[in-house]
């Protein structure tokens, strides 16, 4: 009965097209709109139409030393926080990889922060770090230490940015370890058992090295988003004191939305782009050494 | 004919997403959108929206939006051609210049301006037409605490030798002496009546001029005030952050903008009572006695307004004198002159507020800030000045060239928008 065109043997590709074609565009024509933008000149200060100049705007945007210290800035962020993540994250898997009592009240606990906003997690942390009237600095003083300035002190700002979140995601590297050593087969165990290896050798020698594409993948996943932080540096501090904690993204929205440079807001965005995407490939290179 | 049916459900099924946008049904009432700001404004408007309709016939859809964010959102949808916004709270010194520039507001050449002071229309206006509606006016004041100057026996100070004094007296228990906005570029607007106390301004017929002598040493004055008497952390305090330390008892002077009163003594967030908080006016300084007086909201129209009749309407309702005296019976500072001359309101509105008003409309300076398109970009520059100086206490031996080097590149700047010198 049915005939077989190109269309009749097609359909299943062909329903879905409109929709996938809908959704390409709007994730491309973006990224594409922005590499475009980043090759003008489109200040709306001035009033004159876009005007296209080539990489001027990343000419101009490398030789502004808030570029520069934005892109050490979104570095040490990233890795200050995901290290922290990883080692923390793992060690709390490790934990939870024991049956114990209260293990599954102590897993949804731990879930807790990750579903919680961003904005309003900011909010609460800028309460408890507030230096005059914050809880944080009351600890201090009621156990007689050197209070301290927290976001609002440009050598702090950084490190307690990161506590945040910190607290906010290494659960999630902490799902994702827990899920891959559940996976974990026992014979490498036993033989290790059989060889006569301890308890630290077994973890450096045969745990750690299991699940290192697990650790791996998490932190490809943890990296990227904190390369990318925007919500929590923006509600807490919108980048001060001064630019102390002015990250990529941070500066990218403020050369958009505060200064209406759009051309060289887009060329900030695209090098973070590209940052991005290199991390992440460099990532999985390593990665893919631990999978052999 | 399969094929051809198939052919055409896909057509019809990805035709159907797009066509969405285009097919707007003609209507018999008359709609338009209109964007407010999260400001006790705005607040009210929203209140009184369903009496206009009832009135007018015509449907708002209204929109409250934070001050940054409502620029943000009006930007883009006019940057982008997208815009289906009519009437819209504006920030005169803050975008008007920009939206003028693009062609983004709609000139009011019908509205009758007679009830305004001139000066605050004209900072919306160009050429022969005027953009914008003053809506509210603000000028800077100093909130402090009476019972604790009472227990220094302390008098409020007039001037900034005094002023200094006093916090100094006022700095003790963990309770702070001063405090004002010391977080870059929202302390601009703040420490721009310092500056022209001390005879200084931001911008002189469109040259940056913050390096001055006399610019300088009110930025180090502000700097050592803030950064020897301020609250902990004040280099990153905006107004968000002071409140709640005065309100804590932890702040005992504080210098900010008239609009606050309400919310400073509101009771369910304070447990200072009112009666000891009094509002006075910033001390005078050596060489002036200018703080700014400023019109901090305005009301504009769209350009693209597809309705521009009924925008008209409610611009017209929403600007009223009935709207504004309303308005000041709330404590919300309004740019009408009559409003102010309203007995009514006279009556009611705190007494600390109307005295300074009076002596910030006789005296002082229309502006809190640069006036200029790229002002996001010179608050952010003078802001770091301002940062410096806090932190060293107003002594830092870096600050004039510091200031040199930001003043350049404001002027960059204004030359880059075609808008350096003259006038």
Not at chain 2, 2 to 27: C, D, T, W, Y
Not at chain 2, 94 to 104: A, M, P, T, V
Request: glycine content about 8%.
């Amino acid at each position: 009965m049915i005939k077989s065109g190109f269309f009749e043997r097609n359909l299943k590709y062909l329903f879905p097209l409109p929709a996938l074609l809908f959704v390409l565009l709007l994730m491309v024509f973006p990224v594409l709109y922005t590499l475009f933008v980043s090759f003008t000149e489109w200040t709306l200060t001035s009033g004159r139409p876009m005007k296209f100049v080539a990489l001027d705007s990343y000419l101009k945007i490398m030789r502004e030393p808030r570029f520069l210290d934005a892109v050490g800035r979104t570095f040490s962020f990233t890795v200050g926080a995901v290290v922290a993540e990883a080692v923390l994250g793992t060690t709390i898997a490790l934990v939870l990889n024991r049956e114990f009592k209260g293990k599954n009240a102590l897993k949804f606990i731990l879930l807790l922060p990750l579903v919680a906003t961003p904005v309003a997690v900011g909010i609460v942390f800028n309460l408890f770090y507030d230096p005059t009237i914050g809880f944080l600095n009351y600890v201090l003083s009621v156990l007689g230490l050197p209070q301290s300035g927290w976001v609002t002190a440009s050598s702090t700002v950084l490190p307690s940015l990161m506590l945040v979140d910190i607290w906010q995601w290494t659960p999630m590297i902490a799902l994702i370890v827990l899920a891959g050593l559940a996976g974990l087969s026992n014979e490498p165990y036993e033989s290790a058992k059989v060889d006569g290896a301890s308890g630290a050798q077994t973890f450096f020698h045969v745990t750690l090295p299991m699940i290192m594409p697990t650790i791996l993948t998490a932190i490809i996943l943890r990296a990227v988003d904190a390369l990318k932080t925007y919500d929590i540096i923006y509600a807490m501090t919108g980048g001060g004191p001064g630019y102390s904690s002015e990250t990529l993204n941070i500066l990218a929205y403020k050369y958009s939305f505060e200064y209406f440079n759009l051309g060289q807001a887009s060329s900030i965005l695209v090098f973070l782009f590209f940052l991005v995407l290199l991390f992440s490939l460099g990532v999985m290179k390593i990665r893919k050494k631990f999978e052999l | 004919m399969k094929r051809v049916l198939v052919m055409l459900l896909i057509a019809s099924l990805s035709f159907a997403l797009f066509a969405q946008g285009a097919s707007e049904a003609p209507k018999a009432q008359q709609e338009i959108r209109v964007l407010l700001a999260n400001h006790p404004y705005g607040e009210l408007l929203k209140t009184k929206i369903p009496e206009f309709e009832a009135q007018s016939g015509i449907k708002v859809n209204f929109e409250s939006l934070q001050e940054s964010q409502l620029t943000q959102k009006l930007t883009t949808e006019f940057a982008t051609g997208s815009s289906t916004v009519d009437v819209f709270m504006t920030r005169p010194l803050q975008e008007g210049l920009l939206f003028i520039k693009n062609g983004w507001y709609a000139p009011l050449d019908t509205y009758d301006f007679a009830d305004y002071p001139s000066n605050s229309v004209d900072i919306g206006r160009k050429g022969n037409s005027a953009f914008i509606v003053p809506l509210i006016t603000e000028w800077q004041v100093m909130y402090y605490r009476k019972d604790l100057f009472a227990q220094a026996g302390l008098k409020v100070p007039t001037n900034f030798t005094e002023l200094e004094a006093a916090a100094k007296a006022l700095t003790k228990d963990g309770v702070a002496g001063f405090g004002s906005r010391g977080k870059g570029a929202a302390a601009v607007t703040q420490l721009s009546s310092y500056i022209y106390n001390y005879g200084g301004l931001y911008l002189d017929k469109n040259v940056a001029v913050f390096d001055s002598p006399e610019a300088l040493e009110a930025i180090r004055f502000y700097g050592r005030l803030l950064g020897t008497y301020g609250p902990q952390g004040v280099a990153s305090m905006s107004w968000e952050n002071l409140m709640p330390v005065f309100q804590t008892g932890k702040l005992a002077m504080w210098t900010d903008a008239s609009v606050f009163y309400d919310q400073v003594v509101d009771q369910t967030k304070t447990a200072i009572p009112a009666a000891n908080v009094g509002v006075a006016q910033l001390p005078k300084g050596p060489k002036g006695d200018s703080p700014f007086i400023v019109v901090s909201w305005g009301m504009g129209m769209s350009s693209k307004s597809k309705n521009p009749d009924a925008a008209m309407q409610f611009l017209s309702w929403a600007t009223s004198k009935e709207m504004a005296v309303e308005a000041m019976l709330k404590n919300i500072p309004m740019a009408r002159n009559s409003a102010w001359a309203n007995a009514d309101v006279r009556a009611k509105m705190h007494p600390g507020l109307i005295e300074t008003q009076a002596h910030a409309a006789k005296n002082g300076y229309p502006y809190d800030r640069p006036f200029m398109s790229a002002v996001g970009q010179a608050r952010d520059l003078i802001g770091e000045v301002i940062i410096e100086s806090i932190n060293t206490k107003g002594t830092s031996t870096k600050l004039p060239a510091l200031a040199a080097e930001k003043a350049k590149a404001v002027n960059d700047l204004l030359k880059a928008d075609g808008e350096y010198g003259g006038n």
